[in-house]
């Protein structure tokens, strides 16, 4: 087994490894492989190999012989490795372009938070001045109506005094023996 490792310049790895370093090795690698995650990767494996299976497709109904594929495939994973090179820049874009948003808009929610904060505040204060006017104005119109009520008691007298004022100048004897 060393031997074909060596033949095909692979570093360790889950196949090549052994006892306890296998078990450190297939710990990490295992939950890329989780059942979720596969089923996430199935449209683009279908997809690749779909892609991989037209261009051997080409290359067998062209007779190219087995050595004159590999610049054929060389060209084919060069065009693919640019496709996911520029749909990688693409998808880091859209990245950058959503942190920026979600950075916009968490300002924008501590703003909105803070500003919230500041009208209950001023909301409180508004309903504690309606409160004391209110209060203000029950005492005012209670005094108002104190005062009202002593004039206009005071007028009745007055009136009174008046009218008998009155009935004193009509009839003079009347009014005499009644001031006596």
Same mark, same amino acid.
């Given at each position: 087994?060393?031997?074909?490792?060596?033949?095909?310049?692979l570093?360790?790895g889950l196949?090549?490894?052994?006892?306890?370093e296998?078990k450190?090795?297939?710990?990490?690698?295992?939950?890329?492989?989780s059942?979720?995650k596969?089923?996430?990767m199935?449209?683009?494996v279908e997809?690749?190999?779909?892609?991989?299976k037209t261009?051997?497709?080409g290359?067998?109904n062209?007779?190219?012989?087995?050595?004159?594929?590999?610049?054929?495939?060389?060209?084919?994973?060069?065009?693919?490795?640019?496709q996911?090179n520029s =749909? @990688?820049q693409?998808s880091?874009?859209?990245?950058?372009?959503l942190v920026? &948003?979600?950075? %916009? *808009? #968490?300002?924008?929610?501590?703003?909105?938070?803070?500003?919230?904060?500041?009208l209950?505040? =001023? @909301?409180?204060t508004a309903r504690?001045s309606?409160?004391?006017?209110?209060? &203000?104005?029950t %005492? *005012? #119109?209670?005094?108002?109506?104190?005062?009202?009520s002593?004039?206009?008691?005071?007028?009745? =007298? @007055?009136?009174?005094?008046?009218?008998?004022?009155?009935?004193?100048?009509?009839?003079?004897?009347?009014?005499?023996?009644?001031m006596?």
């Amino acid at each position: 087994m060393n031997q074909v490792r060596k033949n095909i310049k692979l570093g360790s790895g889950l196949v090549f490894e052994k006892d306890e370093e296998w078990k450190r090795v297939r710990r990490i690698v295992s939950p890329t492989f989780s059942i979720k995650k596969l089923k996430q990767m199935m449209s683009l494996v279908e997809r690749n190999c779909n892609i991989l299976k037209t261009v051997f497709d080409g290359i067998s109904n062209t007779g190219q012989s087995e050595g004159s594929m590999d610049p054929e495939l060389r060209k084919h994973f060069t065009t693919r490795i640019s496709q996911l090179n520029s =749909e @990688l820049q693409h998808s880091n874009g859209k990245l950058i372009f959503l942190v920026s &948003q979600c950075s %916009t *808009l #968490s300002k924008q929610l501590y703003q909105a938070v803070a500003l919230k904060t500041n009208l209950s505040h =001023e @909301l409180e204060t508004a309903r504690e001045s309606i409160h004391q006017l209110q209060d &203000q104005m029950t %005492t *005012l #119109s209670s005094g108002y109506e104190g005062q009202l009520s002593a004039m206009s008691d005071h007028l009745c =007298e @007055l009136r009174d005094k008046l009218a008998k004022t009155e009935e004193g100048f009509e009839n003079p004897k009347k009014g005499r023996r009644k001031m006596k």
